[in-house]
């Protein structure tokens, strides 16, 4: 199967990087020891004492998407596909991101679907763009929306469906305190916005067949 390398719109479209001049690591484990003191806790104690550098090395981790550039992900296409164009979906894809406004997790899976207009990405790289933009401080809203549009734009199919379902440790941890409630949240964008018995087809079919 040949592959296409399709040219990408500009890298900027898509990485949503707010801050380009990041702290040194001394000045985030600095940061990290000032929490640490907010707790009421003492930073300097053996089982605090490498904490600092731990949180650092664990942020770079879980906010890795900020490097990344998810159009890229969706560069490498096939059009050796026998004519198939019917619907695609990779469902409950396993995620972890952070919420922006309290900076707790939000765990949850995200279902992808679209229709190919004669060509298809690889399975991997769909996954690879809900992990790039959820390794990001996030809303469920955008994280929806953001998914959903960076494979129309890159791939241009004839539609994309987007839903995801997750857990925001800000509810269940704070605040109200609710813990097992999801927020579920769907986009769609060209046949799948127009036809709703799309949008229909697609919910049935991440739902195990039933409707």
Known sequence: MDAVIKKLMPQSAYMEKPVT???SEAEVEAAV???LRWTGDNPDREGLIDTPKRVTKAYREMFGGYDMCPAEELGRTFEEVAGYDDLVIVKDIQFHSHCEHHMVPIIGKAHVGYLPDGKVVGLSKIARVVDIFAHRLQTQEALT???AGVIQDVLN???VAVMIEAEHMCMAMRGIRKQGSTTLTSTFTGVFKDT?????RFV???RGGRA
């Open 157 to 159: 199919p004839r539609g």
């Open 196 to 200: 709703p018995e799309e949008q229909v």
């Open 204 to 206: 049935t079919m991440v």
């Open 21 to 23: 001049d990041r702290p």
């Open 33 to 35: 020891r000032t929490l």
């Open 145 to 147: 929306a953001q998914i």
